[in-house]
C-alpha cells in the first residue's frame, strides 16, 4: 500500500511540475524594460538613397542621348525644358534647376527626381518622387511606391502614400490620406498648410533613466488611489489585464500588458507602451516613448508621441488611426495600413478597427463554458490517478506470481537434484559393476561395504559416524544395509538367515554372472586399478 501511495504522489508531482514551474517563473520575471539599441534600425530613407546615389553616379557620364543606364536602361525626360507631358509617362523625370510642375491628369509610370521644389496637383498617379526640397501632394494623388523629400513633405487630402514616406525636416498630412511608414523628426496628422499654430507642445526632455522605478502587476486600473496627491504614478505597470489610465493621471514609467492598453483624456505615460492587444489613446494624451501594439492603435485629436530631438516608434500590426492635430517624432508603421481623420464612409466600412470610450470590449466567445475546463481537467486528473493505481496493483499482482513461479520451480529443481539423482535429473544406476569385499562399483558411483558386528553396537556407531565424517562437504553420502555377509573366497560358504533369502537372492539376481562366485575378471582387475 505504501508502494502505491508513493506513486500516486511523484506521479501527481511530476503533473503539476510544469504549470508551479511556469508561476514561479512568471512570478520571478524582471519588470525592467529591454535595452534596445536604437541605432541598429533600418534605414527607413533607404529606398530614396539608393536611387538618388545611382542616378547620381549615371547623370554625371550623361551624354543627351535620352537614355541611362540604372539597374536597366531607361529613358529620360529633363522637365526644365518640357512645357507638355504624355498622358502617361514611362519615362524617368529629372527637373534640375526649375520647380517641378507638371500639368494636371497626369500619370507618372516612372520615377520622378527634383532637384528644388516640386508640386504635384491633379497628378493622379506617380511611381516615386524625391525632392532636394519641399515637395507638395495634392489631393487625391496616389503614389505607388515610395515619396521622400529633404525639406518639408505637405500632403493634402484623400491621398495614398504607397510604402513609405519620409522627410528630413517634416511630414504635414491631411485628412483621408493613408500611408504605411512614415519617418520624420516631426510627422503632423490632421492639418492643413498654415495650422502649425494649433499644435500646443508640451515637450519636455525626459530621461527616465533618472527615475527610481518600481514595479506594479496584474492592475487594471491607474486611478488616484495608486497615485499621489499631484496625480503622479512612480513606476512601471506589467499585466495580463486590460489596463486604463484615468483621465489627467500621469505614469512615470512603463507599460506593458498582455491585452489592451487605454489611456484617457490629458494623461500622460513618460515611458514605453506595448500591448498584444488593441492601444487607445484619448484626446490630448501624451506618451513619450515607444508604442508597439500587436493589435490596433486608434489616437483621437491632440496626441502627441515622442518628443523633439529624439527619434520613437509607433508600430502597429494592425492598423492605425490618427485623428486631427495629432503629432509623431519618428518613426510610424503600420502592417495593416494607417490612415489620417478617416472621413464617415471609413467609419462606416471599418467600424471594427474604431474603438470608442462608450462601446464596450467585446468579449472573447469560448467553445465551451467557463466551468467546462475545470471539470474536464478534474475528470482527466481523476482518470490519469485511477489508471495510475491499477498499474501499481497489476504490477504488484505480476511480481508475486513470478515469485510463485520462481519459487515452484526452484522446489521443482531440488527434488530433480536431490540425493537420489544425478545433476542433469537422471536417474542413479542401480546394476553394479564390481563387488569386491569392501565396495560395490557402479558406473557412477561407489559403495563401501561394512560389516555390521551385533556384539559391539557402539563400536559400528563409531565407525559409521567416523567414515561419514572423512567425506568432503558436497559428496552425496550413500548406507547400504544388506543383511549377512557376503563373502568372495573360494572356499566360503554361505549362511543366511530363513527372513533374510529373499533379499539376498534379489541382490545376487542383480549382480553380473561371473562376480557371483567371488572371482575377478581381467575385465573387474581393470577397474580396481589392479589390486590382487
Known amino acids: 500500500m505504501a508502494l502505491i501511495l508513493v506513486s500516486i504522489i511523484i506521479f501527481i508531482i511530476m503533473l503539476l511540475f510544469p504549470i508551479l514551474f511556469s508561476l514561479v517563473s512568471l512570478r520571478k520575471s524582471s519588470g525592467d524594460v529591454l535595452d534596445i539599441q536604437q541605432s541598429k534600425v533600418k534605414d527607413p530613407r533607404y529606398f530614396v538613397k539608393s536611387f538618388t546615389r545611382l ?59 527634383a532637384c528644388q521644389n516640386a508640386y504635384l496637383f491633379g497628378i493622379k498617379t506617380v511611381r516615386a518622387i524625391c525632392s532636394k526640397k519641399d ?11 515610395w515619396v521622400d523629400a529633404e525639406g518639408t513633405l505637405t500632403v493634402f487630402d484623400d491621398c495614398d502614400l504607397g510604402i513609405s514616406a519620409s522627410s528630413t525636416t517634416k511630414i504635414i498630412i491631411g485628412s483621408n490620406s493613408r500611408f504605411r511608414r512614415l519617418f520624420a523628426p516631426t510627422i503632423l496628422f490632421g492639418q492643413a498648410p498654415g495650422e502649425e499654430s494649433l499644435f500646443n507642445d508640451r515637450s519636455q526632455d525626459i530621461n527616465l533613466e533618472a527615475v527610481a522605478l518600481g514595479c506594479f502587476r496584474n492592475i487594471k486600473y491607474v486611478d488616484d488611489d495608486l497615485t ?10 506589467i499585466t495580463i489585464h486590460n489596463i486604463i489610465v484615468l483621465n489627467s493621471l500621469t505614469v512615470k514609467g512603463h507599460i506593458r500588458s498582455h491585452k489592451s492598453i487605454r489611456l484617457c483624456d490629458h494623461a500622460v505615460v513618460y515611458g514605453n ?23 490596433n492603435l ?19 500590426r494592425g492598423k492605425i ?5 495629432c503629432r509623431v517624432h519618428g518613426y510610424v508603421n503600420s502592417e495593416a495600413g494607417g490612415i489620417c481623420c478617416p472621413d464617415n464612409n471609413f467609419c462606416k466600412t471599418d467600424t471594427a478597427t474604431l474603438p470608442v470610450l462608450s462601446r464596450p470590449r467585446p468579449e472573447k466567445e469560448y467553445l465551451l463554458k467557463k466551468p467546462w475546463p475545470a471539470v474536464i481537467s478534474a475528470v482527466v486528473l481523476f482518470a490519469v490517478i485511477t489508471t495510475s493505481v491499477s498499474a501499481t496493483v497489476i504490477l504488484k499482482k505480476v511480481q508475486e506470481y513470478e515469485r510463485f513461479f520462481k519459487d515452484k520451480q526452484a522446489v521443482a529443481e531440488e527434488f530433480s537434484y536431490g540425493i537420489d539423482g544425478k545433476p542433469d535429473g537422471g536417474q542413479l544406476e542401480t546394476e553394479p559393476v ?8 557402479f558406473k557412477d558411483r561407489v559403495l563401501e561395504r561394512f560389516h555390521y558386528d551385533t556384539n559391539n553396537i557402539l563400536q559400528n556407531s563409531e565407525v559409521l559416524r567416523g567414515i561419514m565424517a572423512s567425506l568432503p562437504e558436497g559428496v552425496n553420502k550413500y548406507l547400504m544395509l544388506v543383511p549377512g555377509r557376503i563373502r568372495f573366497e573360494s572356499d566360503a560358504y554361505q549362511q543366511y538367515s530363513d527372513d533374510v533369502i529373499g533379499a539376498i537372492n534379489e541382490v545376487y539376481a542383480k549382480m553380473p554372472s561371473m562376480q557371483g562366485t567371488g572371482r575377478v575378471t581381467e575385465h573387474d582387475f581393470m577397474l580396481l586399478t589392479r589390486q590382487s
Open 135 to 145: 515637395l507638395v501632394l495634392g489631393s487625391g494623388t496616389r503614389v505607388l511606391r
Open 228 to 237: 499621489d496627491d499631484a496625480g503622479v504614478l512612480t513606476g512601471s505597470i
Open 298 to 316: 486608434y489616437a483621437e485629436s491632440g496626441v502627441t508621441i515622442g518628443q523633439p530631438g529624439k527619434t520613437k516608434s509607433v508600430i502597429a
Open 273 to 295: 507602451l506595448f500591448a498584444e492587444e488593441d492601444i487607445y489613446l484619448g484626446q490630448n494624451a501624451r506618451v513619450y516613448g515607444t508604442v508597439f501594439t500587436q493589435g
Open 434 to 441: 564390481l563387488i569386491t569385499k569392501d565396495h560395490v562399483y
Open 321 to 325: 488611426i490618427f485623428e486631427k492635430n
Open 55 to 113: 542616378f547620381d553616379q549615371q547623370w554625371a557620364n550623361y551624354d543627351g542621348s535620352g537614355k541611362i543606364f540604372l539597374s536597366r536602361e531607361e529613358n529620360i525626360l529633363e522637365a526644365d525644358g518640357i512645357a507638355e507631358y504624355p498622358p502617361v509617362c514611362h519615362s524617368i523625370v529629372y527637373a534640375e534647376n526649375l520647380e517641378f510642375r507638371p500639368p494636371a491628369g497626369i500619370s507618372f509610370e516612372k520615377e520622378v527626381y
